[in-house]
């Protein structure tokens, strides 16, 4: 059984910066992309940042420049350091793991297994 807990979402005001974290436990396949999306009310899920087990990393484009994805595959640890956050920033945040390829990819398809999300607002 797989389980990817998230941590760090909260409150912040536009222009802010919050750090998300995602542990990971039990057996998946650690060379497989692992990725963040997010989801906001009445909206679809959206890839944010996802990035492959040596590091190459792709971003959606509201985000390049201020959101950084990293993992420590020793530890099965995912992180999203979001600066400069912005309003149309706020949603659930999910982290994912893929079961496809080995290339990151913000298809949500493409992903097995997912956490249960952290909130994100940012307020104007």
């Known amino acids: 059984q797989v389980q990817l807990v998230e941590s760090g979402g909260g409150s912040v005001q536009a222009g802010g910066s919050l750090g998300l974290s995602c542990a990971a436990s039990?057996?998946?396949?650690?060379?497989?992309?692992m990725g963040w999306f997010r989801q906001a009310p009445g909206q679809e899920r959206e890839g944010v940042a996802s990035?492959?087990?040596?590091?190459?990393?792709t971003y959606a484009d509201s985000v390049k420049g201020r959101f950084t994805i990293s993992r420590d595959n020793a530890k099965s640890t995912l992180y999203l350091q979001m600066n400069s956050l912005k309003p149309e920033d706020t949603a659930m945040y999910y982290c994912?793991?893929?079961?496809?390829?080995?290339?990151?990819?913000?298809?949500?398809?493409?992903?097995?297994?997912w956490g249960q999300g952290t909130q994100v607002t940012v307020s104007s």
């Open positions: 990035i492959a087990i040596f590091g190459r990393t």
């Open positions: 994912a793991v893929a079961d496809v390829g080995i290339a990151p990819t913000l298809r949500p398809r493409e992903y097995k297994y």
């Open positions: 039990g057996y998946f396949n650690v060379g497989k992309p």
